[in-house]
């Protein structure tokens, strides 16, 4: 059965930091391109981050730049998201996402994934 499944969420104060665990089970995670989505109340999706498959290139929402970092273990399967300086405008519910194409959209578009996580809330509040 194919799944993806989020860890790490919670509550953290501005400036905090966080990291995201997305593990995957039902497919090999080196051969999709592998993104972070998020959605904020009253908001669309966003798509914060993706991992390409292939040649390992990666986009970030200008909204994140320099401030989350996204990585993935073939090894064991799993992607990650480090979140530093969180602020309160990225509280959210965070899901991972598996795109059966090898790259990223140059976009960041959330409309091009095939297979979601159920998603972990992220809250940034003092």
């Known amino acids: 059965q194919l799944q993806l499944v989020e860890s790490g969420g919670g509550l953290v104060q501005p400036g905090g930091s966080l990291t995201l665990s997305c593990a995957a089970s039902g497919l090999t995670l080196d051969y999709y391109a592998i993104g972070w989505v998020r959605r904020a109340p009253g908001k669309e999706r966003e798509g914060v981050a993706c991992y390409s498959s292939g040649d390992g290139a990666i986009y970030y929402a200008d909204s994140v730049k320099g401030r989350f970092t996204i990585s993935r273990d073939g090894g064991k399967n799993m992607a990650y998201l480090q979140m530093n300086g969180l602020e309160p405008e990225d509280t959210a519910v965070y899901y991972c996402?598996?795109?059966?194409?090898?790259?990223?959209?140059?976009?960041?578009?959330?409309?091009?994934?095939?297979?979601w996580g159920q998603g972990t809330q992220v809250t940034v509040s003092s």
């Open positions: 996402a598996a795109d059966r194409g090898y790259s990223c959209s140059a976009s960041g578009s959330p409309s091009v994934y095939d297979y």
